[in-house]
C-alpha cells in the first residue's frame, strides 16, 4: 500500500469517517484500513514493533551437507541435490531445496 493511502485513511479517520466508509470510499479491504489505523496508533503511542521469528526451515539440518556438495559439484542441479538430500532422510519437496539453491547460487545474467 502507498503511504499516500496510508495517510488519506488517517486523515479520513480523524475527520470522524468509519472504517468501513473508508474502505468504500479509497477501495481497499476493511481489515487494511483497520491495519493502517493501529499502526498508526501503535506509533502514536511508542510501541516498537516486535521482530518475528524466523520458522526452522526443513533444510537447516542439511545445510552443511548442501554446502560441501555445491563445492564438490558446483553445477549441480536441483533434482540430483534432491536425490542426495532424500537419501538423507529429508523429507521436505524439490520446491523448497529449488528455493534455497536460487539463494546460495543466483544465476549469471545470460548473455545476450
Known amino acids: 500500500m502507498r503511504e499516500s493511502t496510508r495517510n488519506e485513511i488517517i486523515r479520513l479517520h480523524y475527520g470522524g ?3 468501513r466508509r473508508i474502505a468504500r470510499l479509497l477501495g481497499v479491504a476493511r481489515r ?3 491495519r493502517v489505523l493501529a499502526d498508526h496508533e501503535q506509533s502514536r503511542i511508542g510501541v516498537e514493533e516486535v ?4 520458522r526452522p526451515s526443513l533444510l537447516d539440518p542439511f545445510a552443511d551437507h548442501i554446502v560441501q556438495l555445491l563445492e564438490r559439484y558446483p553445477n549441480l ?4 541435490l534432491h536425490e542426495e ?4 532422510d529429508f523429507q521436505g519437496r524439490y520446491t ?3 528455493d534455497r539453491l536460487r539463494e546460495i547460487r543466483p544465476h ?3 548473455p545476450p
Open 17 to 19: 469517517a468509519s472504517q
Open 32 to 34: 487494511s484500513v483497520a
Open 51 to 54: 521482530e518475528r521469528s524466523c
Open 77 to 80: 542441479t536441483v533434482v540430483r
Open 85 to 88: 538430500l532424500c537419501r538423507l
Open 96 to 98: 523448497i531445496v529449488r
Open 108 to 110: 549469471a545474467p545470460k
